[in-house]
């Protein structure tokens, strides 16, 4: 090659050389961006479920709705491990040798937002959770130190890795009880099989070691979903089936429901929480926005076409964004102007509407396939209040 | 009841069959006697569209028929397989998530297993999602969003998924 | 695991045991499929341009439109390596260590039509063409013996390999030319840069050495493509931008045009051959499908909507087949009663018409996203006449 | 005329341009001197939707702006980057083939360099296939049917393609 390829650069200098009154010959770069994701700034996770070893996210400027970049994820690609600074995120993947089959190999991928390169790998036990992407699959600790992964295999367990050490800490093991739910620095909660929640405490290294379990908070009757939402540092909210909300506080001894109603009422005519995510809070605001939809039980993932938004203090429904189109994931913005961001399962489409007034702002289309996860720019959770 | 024995009971719901010989029979070790398990069977790709079985009307190929009532994938009546068998080359996940659906031909519920066929990407036909008794990944014996190709000798790649008979419910 | 197994094991037993007057309980099984791949069946190419990791073949049986199966490719999936007895195929693969990225390996794999099982892996040199997927990209021998891979890196090569022993046999340089067309058992074709054609000669094992060269056989102002189509055992018919055809046949010293005229005539308004895959040959009648649109020259990869149908003996043509919709691969089935397919890139739907009489029989729906190569089951060369 | 000095002149019409120095540096080893090299610049992603450079007309993010005359796949204008600037994270291919489109604001033809990025799986935006004078495969230079994320470090995985302006034709 480097014969050819010497007469091929000097041909392309010869041509080049000439700059006449015409276009000027121009430089080819690469782009880069802000050391921190702006408060505007989406990722938005496209499963691929069509083509599932072809998964990605999508970084959008919701500002103007512009396609800032993208990262390839792997076999079932799930949320990202966004560091709350927002100068670093985590990408976990599912990769095999064949690319359906062969070898199986798990990683944790640093990323820095700036250049959006992959750099430091952290192999992890080949046991990550394969299947529809939700909030609790995979975080990072409130400090970024740490990466957290639910495990199913059907076992479960949970793997830390050491993100600044770029190592694993270990797998422990979390039988009967699944996701990861952080509530302050160094502890999560989980939920278990019978409707009980665990907490999980993990020492200044990151090794976990069981906490206490509460009783059962929820009946097979009515079970809480898996699509909680944080509403404090060491505070979830879960909503059930009948759209029932049980706020989760796990900064004591054991899991403990600190609040609960009903976001329906006692004359639901149907009304239900339904989708992937189906909500969002804005924490300075102190608001919870809400995927509704009319529907039995069997509709908790059905897409919804509105967007009720209550204040949490007083619960009351304050206001209601009646989306131009269904939607299966929302999110907010976190910063005083906020954006609400909705996408539907199957439809290649981000809408962003101004959460203040619900007016539709703009749409950024041709996503990709099958969008699950929205993740804004993070807040930082000490900012969260308990 | 203990932490352990409500996950053996989860398993012992989901797992519900021997399907995979050799996954099953690899875990169990020298514990289970191989005599006692039907050989894994093979039939031939029928030439014809999918029809209902014996017994059974609607169309397998179609998201409303009645097995399919807490399925969440591609139908293998679509792709290669049909209500109870995977497609060519593919391999059937030993465990899996199961639901209770109403046969209208008779007005009995069964419990259907849902196994995945596993070990080539997805097959993209006939993608079905209903829900009704499905549950939360927590409760994974009955949870249609996990990718149940697990236990399987050719990795968690999913194709397609079946709709199996296991018995009348209850 | 082996306790909960048994466990659950145990109570799957337990849960199946009663049969009563109800449905009998299931046992679930695996398809299989005839030993050697039916006249009426076809594998079709799904490149996943949006998704290139993802790339698969579907098997279809178009006698009845049912999907049969199919087979997981690897980056930029390319044409099955189908043995011309039809129970095996090869699948030529490229895969990264990381999905997008990584370590590269370039692998072909045998696969049993029977079964549709990956056996034998044979690691080839990493060099694979990357790009839309053509006949002369990769092939077997007459004989099944061996795999021809053609290499674009880009320098150009040719990858030998040979599948009864699972080995490579070489790499084997051909500077200036390139893809791969057989022309008998030893021996194949390439187009070269200047127009002119190469042949290149196999020994018993497979070793290439480098054979004659003819003249230029087209200009550069009215170029070949590279959509030829095999028309006898030692012959390749080639079309330019404009619609002229060669007939180049590789039995002699060098490639040597024994035909020439244009399918257009004298005032071709416009009608060219267009498309990803525009022609076909069915060989035991003699019968050559072109697909056809009207446009100017840089419209040679446009869809079209006519088949124009040629007597290759008296170059008369004899039928036009007005397609449903438009297309931009088309092939026909080898036997006695041919199926004309039908795909276009970008709809996920094949086609099937009755080639006789031009009637459109059905479709298969649902095929992925970017259809490129027909595949219907091969003919046995020595079946080709010269 | 011999056959490796055709390859030659292929080679160097298509390669064109020093856009990945590292990749060319490293084949020609130290045959070449750094030094005349322009360092590979960096830009900050523009906070705006795409818009025509000066001296031209038309919108680099639609298919029909004048510089895709001979391009074929996603605009990189659509996937966070530009005509001639590839998404973040992404690397450019250093040899590539190229065109000869006129410019319609002042009438005259301009090679065309449609230098892909590479290292991140298919953006999928905006996909573009035109083939005004696009070559065969087997003449490289100028056929967009070739995957061109050759010679990177990153390997071929495709993400999208610029097209920068190398200067006038002729």
Redesign the interface.
Known sequence: ?????????????A??A???A????????????PEKLPAHWVWVNDV???????G?AY?I?A??????????????HGSLGLDPRGDRFVVP??????????D??D?L?L?ET?????GTEIIIPAKK????P?VGNSTLTDDGRFALIYN?????SVTVANLDKGAVVGEFQT?????IYPVGPRRFM?????GSMQLALMDAEGKVTPGGVSKPLWTQED????KAVRVGESRWMFFTYNSQVFIVDGAGKEPRVVDQWSLVGPNPDGWRVGGLQPSAYHTAQGRLYVLMHQGGP????DPGKQVWVFDLRTRKKIQQIDLETTATSIAVSQDAKPLLYATEFGVPTLNIYDAASGKKLRAVD????TLTVIQPAPVQPAAMGR | MT??D??AE??AR?AARAISRRSILGRLGALASAASLPALPVARASAQAAKAPPGETGDPASCDYWRYCAIDGFLCSCCGGSVSSCPPGTEPSP?TWVGTCRNPADGKDYVISYNDCC????C?RC?C????????????QGAN???W???TQ?????NCSTAVVLGAAG
Chains 1, 3 share one sequence.
Not at chain 1, 22 to 33: D, I, N
């Open positions: 090659m480097s014969r050819l390829s010497l007469i091929a650069l000097c041909a392309a200098i041509l080049v000439p700059a006449r015409e276009l000027q010959a121009e430089q080819l770069s690469v782009e880069t961006l691929a479920f069509f083509n599932m070893a072809d990605r970084l400027d500002d103007n709705g512009r396609f800032v970049g993208m990262v390839s994820g792997g076999y079932g993947a599912t990769f095999y040798s064949r690319g359906s089959r062969g199986r190999t990683v991928t990323y700036k250049n959006l390169t992959p959770f394969s299947g529809i939700f199913f295999t059907p076992e479960q039988p009967g009880c699944g996701l989980m939920q278990c099989g019978d079970l809480a979903t898996e069997e509709t908790r993932k041709q996503l990709g396939q | 932490r352990l409500r996950i989860i398993l989901q465990i070990g080539k990407a997805a993209g993608i999602n209903r829900n009704e008794g499905d549950t939360p990944v927590y409760q994974p969003d996990i990718n190709c697990l236990g050719s990795g968690i790649v999913y």
